[in-house]
């Protein structure tokens, strides 16, 4: 069963990005919430096939779509594509007078710690950014690809999400495997961090 660290409004805006994560996120909240569906566009083409794919989606559930995209903004040249990305992206959450869920979990959580450690501190993802929440972040994301295998879920899949290009897949890819190798029960020690991180 899916675990929520926090209880809820009965009204939230859940971060979904087509992929499996969000979409099962979203269909959890559905069934005791009231959800509206906020996308945001990266422009790319991987971004125009989950675009199509989560307004259908909405528009098959009832489900309110809010939309975001870059706009006429630029990527600063000191930014990776994925830190402006995220930039952008969160301005557009913050920009909502609600609680945003998103759908990190636990392996995003020992995935950024790995991260941030080789830069010298170990961080964990915080259960808040002002009104931007993560309540998910306890459960591996095998946990939330089971929830779409048994409840029927459907999703896109972003290939960019295979290019190692890009150091946060460099990362899961690549480095995760060594990291579970020497370190088999890695997402329990991250997991006692987060908990400690909402309780302080």
């Known amino acids: 069963m899916i675990q929520i660290q926090s209880k809820l409004p009965r009204e939230v805006i859940v971060a979904c990005s087509g992929g499996v994560d969000s979409m099962a996120i979203v269909d959890f909240l559905c069934r005791n919430h009231t959800v509206a569906v906020a996308f945001f566009h990266h422009g790319t083409e991987t971004s125009d096939i989950a675009r199509d794919f989560v307004a259908e989606y909405c528009s098959n559930k009832q489900l309110d779509f809010l939309y975001g995209n ?22 557009f959450f913050h920009g909502f007078n609600a609680p945003v869920v998103t759908a990190h979990h636990l392996d995003d959580c020992v995935e950024t710690w790995v991260w941030s450690s080789m830069h010298g501190t170990g961080k964990i993802i915080p259960f808040r950014n002002k009104n931007v929440v993560r309540p998910f972040l306890l459960n591996k994301k095998s946990k939330l690809q089971l929830w779409a295998d048994l409840k029927g879920v459907s999703f896109v899949e972003d290939d960019t999400n ?22 088999p029960g890695i997402h329990k020690t991250i997991a006692k961090k987060v908990k400690d991180e909402y309780t302080a």
Request: glycine share 2%.
């Open 70 to 91: 870059l706009g006429n903004t630029s990527k600063p040249n000191r930014d990776s594509w994925e830190e402006y990305w995220r930039k952008e992206r969160y301005k």
């Open 162 to 183: 295979k290019d190692v290009c890009y150091t946060r897949n460099y990362i899961r890819h690549e480095m995760m495997p060594n990291v579970l190798r020497v370190n």
